[in-house]
């Protein structure tokens, strides 16, 4: 069964630095978001994009942040200046855009900024 | 802003009981999806509910939406301890295509 894919699973970071978090969500999706949640808290919308663009974006995703789809396949989360407070869970997850509108969540990469 | 209410947050059954977790929000929407997490793990999606009145159950687990009163109930029967874990609703946006979040409910089954 078709599956979204996340890299690394976990990365450590000093505070300060970029980070690249990447992303293969399922092959004939075409709807791509990232979510964070940071440890034992519920799960936070940063943003959606569509059509090779941000649809929605939430008030966490300031200009720090960046996502991008660089070829057919990868969507990737760009830190561009890691704050401590960054640490979390980070999941990608796609979708059909389709009838149930259902996302599918990857695995997760956990971001430690130290 | 839209909210999305979960309630109880912690939630200590014993094997065998019922329970009810409840889960509010505050705009129209007739999209809700329960999704389970385990410690340390990504989001499975349990049920997808699409309309007014729709009721879903597999196994022990039941989830039923009222979107007149903007609620979905999670329902619980004769609890195992295998349905230990954290269980989130998420409600639909259509304008932004996107799903928020309730805080979720840690729902600890003890022998």
């Known amino acids: 069964e078709p599956e979204v894919t996340q890299t690394p699973s976990h990365q450590v970071t000093q505070m300060g630095q970029e980070v690249i978090l990447r992303c293969v969500p399922i092959?004939?999706?075409?709807?791509f978001y990232w979510y964070r949640q940071i440890l034992g808290q519920k799960v936070e919308f940063l943003v959606s994009?569509?059509?090779?663009?941000?649809?929605?974006k939430s008030e966490i995703f300031d200009d720090q942040f960046s996502v991008e789809r660089p070829d057919g396949s990868n969507f990737t989360l760009k830190i561009r200046s890691t704050k401590l407070e960054d640490s979390a869970m980070y999941f990608c997850?796609?979708?059909?855009?389709?009838?149930?509108?259902?996302?599918?969540f990857g695995p997760g990469t956990r971001l430690t900024v130290t | 802003e839209l909210k999305v209410e979960q309630n109880p947050l912690f939630l200590s059954m014993q094997e065998g009981k019922n329970y009810t977790i409840y889960c509010n929000y505050s705009?129209?929407?007739?999209?809700l999806y329960w999704y389970r997490q385990d410690p340390g793990k990504s989001l499975e999606s349990l049920f997808v509910?699409?309309?007014?009145?729709a009721v879903k159950q597999e196994g022990r687990l039941m989830a039923s939406l009222d979107t007149k009163a903007r609620l979905s109930t999670l329902h619980i029967t004769a609890a195992v301890h295998d349905l230990s874990a954290t269980y989130f609703c998420?409600?639909?946006?259509?304008?932004?295509?996107?799903?928020?979040f309730g805080a979720g409910t840690r729902l600890t089954v003890k022998p």
């Open positions: 997850a796609s979708g059909a855009g389709t009838v149930t509108y259902e996302q599918y």
């Open positions: 092959s004939n999706h075409l709807y």
């Open positions: 994009f569509y059509n090779n663009e941000i649809s929605e």
């Open positions: 705009t129209t929407s007739d999209r």
């Open positions: 509910l699409l309309s007014n009145g």
């Open positions: 998420a409600v639909y946006l259509y304008n932004n295509n996107d799903m928020r």
